[in-house]
């Protein structure tokens, strides 16, 4: 599906719009998609749309901008690059303000050389600018000279939006919230990713490289009709798995070691996340089986706690009663479960949280807390990883059998009406059958 074929949505993407019209009631929304951006000389980086503009839009072209204007009359504005066969040529296809007008159902389209016309004609007389101040430093200047535009008519009478409101925080809002189409590719995203780690597993011997396992991701990724990797893949074997962003990915796998493997693709903007621990050799040791059974345990529990009500903290605190429970079974913590807890002593092993909103961007947009401060409360179509882990640094005060291990096991999972659905299910964890697998030829 590309720009094109999103067109085939464009109702979705239109009640968007006019859900956030809807909310504005009065005033000019601008929403600009993200730059290209160079990554030495003259080549780019694989361009990537800005999310909040993809979400109300389908739009997938560089250098275009939204304007949504809400009254007695709503209206939708697209302004984009103009057709240019000459450039069509060079850099493949692009709508052009009136083919996108109809493929996108906006209410007018036009070129982005009319902005600097244009813009301050929309904003005059307007109660209210809807815009993301400090996102981006040059549409920030843009806006300033926009609104200078329309200060300048002052002594025709002309008056200047006299409030600015992120627009953003209502769109997070409403990310927060998947709707079937949503939930639809995010399911195929976490397919593709599910299905590519458990293909890697079955590639990994002794003697590879950290690399060659990425490279198997990105085969399936792509083969698989994924835009792009969701972001680095990690691909850490033995102790690079206790280092959390680890992505250098240039060592070689030993036997006796667990590979962490944390690695995600993007399907149409929706992101899958994904990380698996298994042993290099296909089968656990004593220690390493002790440590993933309890991050394993922790996980369940953590996904048993992901269900509509419960507070956005839930899961993570199911998660760390099982691990610090374990991490003092295991001489790894000392004292009671309420001291380690109350000391956070655990962090020594356990130093991040359980999860995070997952959609358009693989740390999605939506807030944790409300405005009082109180956790928010899962509802059902939020979207979210689940992904305890434990890492074990060499320390005088750690038991030696257990060090170098890291081990984090990440699904992700949508809240429905009763629980929750683990959307990246086909992604195998289970001892037995990580053993079981890695043993088929
Ligand atoms: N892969 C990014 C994360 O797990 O948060
Ligand atoms: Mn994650
Ligand atoms: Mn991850």
């Known amino acids: 599906m590309t720009s094109n074929s999103m067109t085939m949505n464009n109702k979705e993407f239109k009640q968007r719009r006019d859900a956030l019209l809807a909310h504005m009631s009065e005033g000019v929304a601008i929403i600009p998609t993200a730059p290209e951006a160079i990554r030495n000389r003259d080549s780019h980086y694989p361009y990537r749309f800005d999310s909040y503009f993809y979400y109300l839009t389908g739009f997938t072209e560089p250098e275009a901008l939204l304007v949504l204007i809400a009254g007695q009359e709503n209206k939708s504005i697209l302004f984009c690059r103009d057709k240019d066969i000459e450039r069509e040529i060079w850099d493949g296809f692009r709508f052009g303000p009136e083919a996108a007008k109809t493929a996108f159902a906006f209410d007018h389209t036009y070129s982005m050389s009319e902005l600097d016309t244009m813009v301050p004609q929309l904003l005059a007389n307007q109660p209210t600018l809807f815009f993301s101040l400090g996102a981006d430093s040059g549409w920030d200047t843009c806006i300033t000279q926009w609104l200078n535009a329309v200060k300048m008519q002052a002594r025709a009478g002309v008056s200047v939006p006299n409030t600015i409101v992120d627009v953003r925080q209502h769109i997070d809002m409403m990310r927060l919230i998947k709707s079937p189409f949503e939930i639809d590719l995010m399911r195929q995203s976490a397919n593709i990713a599910a299905q590519a780690h458990n293909r890697a597993m079955q590639k990994v011997t002794a003697g590879k490289m950290e690399y060659e396992i990425e490279a198997e991701f990105l085969h399936e990724f792509y083969r698989k009709g994924a835009q792009a990797p969701a972001y680095t893949s990690i691909v850490a074997g033995g102790a690079n798995a206790c280092t959390l962003h680890y ?126 401060g109180e956790w928010a409360i899962l509802a059902s179509g939020n979207t979210l990883t689940v992904e305890p882990g434990c890492y074990v640094r060499p320390a005088d005060n750690v038991p030696e059998h257990f060090w170098n291990i890291g081990i984090r096991i990440e699904d992700d999972v949508l809240i429905t009406q009763d629980g929750c659905e683990v959307l990246t299910q086909a992604a195998i964890k289970s001892v037995a059958d990580i053993e079981a697998h890695m043993q088929q030829p």
């Open 247 to 372: 992505n250098a990915n240039n060592c070689v796998l030993n036997d006796g070691e667990l590979l962490l493997i944390d690695a995600g693709c993007e399907l149409h903007g929706y992101a899958s996340d994904i990380t698996r621990t298994f042993p290099v050799s296909g089968k656990f040791t004593g220690p390493q089986k002790t440590l993933y059974e309890l991050v394993l345990t922790a996980q369940l529990a953590a996904i048993d706690a992901a269900k509509p009500g419960n507070h956005w903290n839930a899961p993570h605190e199911a998660a760390l009663d099982v691990l610090v429970q374990g991490f003092i079974d295991e001489k790894l913590c000392h004292g009671s479960k309420d001291s380690v807890i109350e000391t956070a002593s655990y962090r020594q092993f356990y130093m991040h949280r359980t999860g995070h909103w997952l959609g358009l961007d693989v740390h999605d947009a939506g807030e944790y807390k409300n405005k009082t």
